[in-house]
């Protein structure tokens, strides 16, 4: 059987919670992760969804995931794709499912005449590195992404 | 007369474009300005709307802008504000105004419940640099953007 690439459904957020988990062990940041079922039902499909996803099943099992929403280049004047997570799981590596998965985002952006594709990746994750590189993609290496969260981001906004 | 932060309207639509290509001088990337004021106006006031804007007034005269979208964490299950420009004329800076736009933006993520306000800045652009971390906003130091544009992102849809 082959690998089907799929839109996500509601009945997949208990799959996509697990794989966010999963990706997150796999980055070593299991401590940051604070999603619920419901809070990924609201964003994804809810009245307002902020983001999309995708899954990926090979013979008939879902092996791997990718998260997704739109960003907006200011220079380009045209939105983007940014692709928030990509994982698929370790048993399925080496068969190109995150090629594929990576394939239906270029297509979904094309169709929708965004002007990029971008993701982030940690610096010390080379084989991700060298995939992507392998695929044409070019690394924003003169570029910091910084966040304010928590109490940082409370304090600036009451100051 | 005091600085203001007003959301942009579409009226703004000329500055705005105005304030993108001085921001792209200023970070030396005037050759990759590609944005009409069409573009803008279908992006930001159009019936899908992907972006916002704050203006920053002074003594009543427009003197910079904050561009922003919505992104998504995975790890929080919850929304997030990113930032992708923030620029100040020149003969108005020292004054606090970058700092009064990312207040706005702070109220505003945390208005909207969104976990985290995040934006990307040149590594040369020190003195942005040295701001962004007096208001508490952390490096992620350890993460690299990668984009896929133009013909690779093409190649890859149609590979």
Not at 25 to 42: F, I, P, T
Not at 44 to 50: A, R
Request: with cysteine.
């Amino acid at each position: 059987m082959e690998t089907v690439i799929r839109p996500a459904q509601p009945e997949d957020l208990g799959l996509i919670l697990s794989l966010i988990k999963e990706l997150a062990d796999y980055e070593r940041l299991s401590q940051e992760v604070r999603a619920s079922e419901d809070d990924l039902a609201r964003w994804l499909f809810g009245d307002k969804p902020v983001a999309e996803a995708l899954i990926a099943e090979d013979a008939g099992s879902p092996v791997g995931f990718a998260l997704f929403f739109h960003n907006f280049s200011t220079f380009l004047g045209l939105p983007g794709l940014y692709l928030e997570d990509l994982y698929v799981r370790p048993e399925s590596r080496g068969k190109g499912i995150g090629k594929r998965l990576l394939k239906e985002l270029a297509r979904i952006a094309n169709d929708r005449g965004c002007g990029r594709l971008e993701w982030a990746v940690l610096d010390w994750n080379e084989p991700a590195i060298r995939f992507y590189e392998s695929l044409g993609a070019k690394p924003m290496s003169d570029w910091t992404v910084f966040r304010l969260t928590g109490e940082s981001l409370t304090r600036l906004a009451e100051m």
